[in-house]
């Protein structure tokens, strides 16, 4: 039961991290554009209009996929109470890949709403 535990903690950083972040990012960018946080692409470091948007952006999608992964995460977790390691430790390691890929996911339908937004020097379109 102790490794259960483990993977379940494990298995729980990576979505409280993107809620964590997420709500940051909705409620306070940061000042300056900078290359060491923050949501930091070239579309997204033209300007400080486009900063501020992306961050709000995928701080809303981090927050809501964030919540949606703790809840799948949870209720693959309790289907697994009584199996043997191994069986604990490939879901882990699958949920793990899922919510990587979700992390990574969410950079494209921010890039997109950066681009209708704005056009390629930074400037709102009309």
């Known amino acids: 039961m102790g490794f259960w535990w483990f993977m379940f903690l494990m298995g729980s950083l990576i979505p409280l991290t993107m ?14 554009i ?21 961050h709000h ?3 809303r999608l981090w927050f809501w996929c964030g919540w949606i992964m703790v809840g799948i995460s949870v209720i693959m977790m309790l289907f697994l109470i009584g ?12 949920l793990c890949y899922v919510q990587v890929a979700c992390l990574i996911g ?3 339908p921010t890039e997109r709403a950066l681009r209708k ?5 930074g400037q709102i379109r009309l």
């Open 19 to 32: 809620i964590g972040f997420g709500r940051y990012f909705i409620n306070h960018v940061p000042e300056n």
């Open 34 to 54: 900078n290359m060491v946080f923050g949501y930091r692409t070239r579309m997204s470091m033209k300007n400080k209009a486009t900063w501020e948007f992306a």
């Open 57 to 59: 952006y995928c701080g």
């Open 83 to 94: 199996h043997n390691k191994d069986m604990i430790g490939n879901v882990g390691l699958i």
């Open 106 to 108: 969410t950079f494209i």
């Open 117 to 121: 937004k704005f056009d390629k020097e």
